[in-house]
T-cell receptor, first 116, second 109 residues
Framework: EAGVAQSPRYKIIEKRQSVAFWCNPI?????LYWYQQILGQGPKLLIQ????????DSQLPKDRFSAERLKGVDSTLKIQPAKLEDSAVYLC??????????????FGEGSRLTVL | SQQGEEDPQALSIQEGENATMNCSYK?????LQWYRQNSGRGLVHLIL?????REKHSGRLRVTLDTSKKSSSLLITASRAADTASYFC?????????FGAGTTVTVRA
């Protein structure tokens, strides 16, 4: 079974520029998550999708961040315009929904963003 | 906001020793999970313990959960150099999964 795929692995941009990250979850996984992990900290949830609907985006800075999950499969996370504090690793994870079982998350390798 | 808080922040041990880390949380949970993250990589699920369970084992891992104290511990026995990583607890409540800040474990050869 293929894992969660993310691209690009690394991205360096200047502040006020835009950037997009792509995630392809494990086939059949209905739930998809985007987390932001700042160096030395734990992952912070940005947005959670169930199929192509948003379950939780309460911590997504909506003035600059946007995310979509077309057709309930791939997802894109965009930042526009980027700020210095957006420098972080953006982790995508997916989970299969089983009745009565919250289940484990499967993570991609992450996309490391550096904003100069 | 992060639900879990791990303790200690960092731990350095000799190969073959045991490593213990703790996680405290604030609200009720459905289950608690532990993940490992090697440097520059994604997180890997280690073990899940449900709110009605008190202890669980998986290979060299032992997890305990005390819901009255809102705390969990992860024990890694007979540590190896390959166990060098950051370990995160994640609390699950109503399908929302929240991570703590993690414990960085260094195993010295």
């Amino acid at each position: 079974e293929a894992g969660v795929a993310q691209s690009p692995r690394y991205k360096i941009i200047e502040k006020r520029q835009s950037v997009a990250f792509w995630c392809n979850p494990i086939s059949g996984h209905a739930t998809l998550y985007w987390y932001q992990q700042i160096l030395g900290q734990g992952p912070k949830l940005l947005i959670q999708f169930q199929n192509n609907g948003v379950v939780d985006d309460s911590q997504l800075p909506k003035d600059r961040f946007s995310a979509e999950r077309l057709k309930g499969v791939d997802s894109t996370l965009k930042i526009q315009p980027a700020k210095l504090e957006d420098s972080a690793v953006y982790l995508c994870a997916s989970r299969r929904i089983r009745r009565g079982n919250t289940g484990e998350l499967f993570f991609g390798e992450g996309s490391r963003l550096t904003v100069l | 906001s992060q639900q879990g808080e791990e303790d200690p922040q960092a731990l350095s041990i000799q190969e073959g020793e045991n490593a213990t880390m703790n996680c405290s949380y604030k609200t009720s949970i459905n289950n608690l999970q532990w993940y490992r993250q090697n440097s520059g990589r994604g997180l890997v699920h280690l073990i899940l313990i449900r709110s009605n369970e008190r202890e669980k084992h998986s290979g060299r891992l032992r997890v305990t959960l005390d819901t009255s104290k809102k705390s969990s511990s992860l024990l890694i026995t007979a540590s190896r150099a390959a166990d060098t990583a950051s370990y995160f607890c994640a609390t699950v409540n109503d399908y929302k999964l929240s991570f703590g800040a993690g414990t960085t474990v260094t195993v010295r050869a």
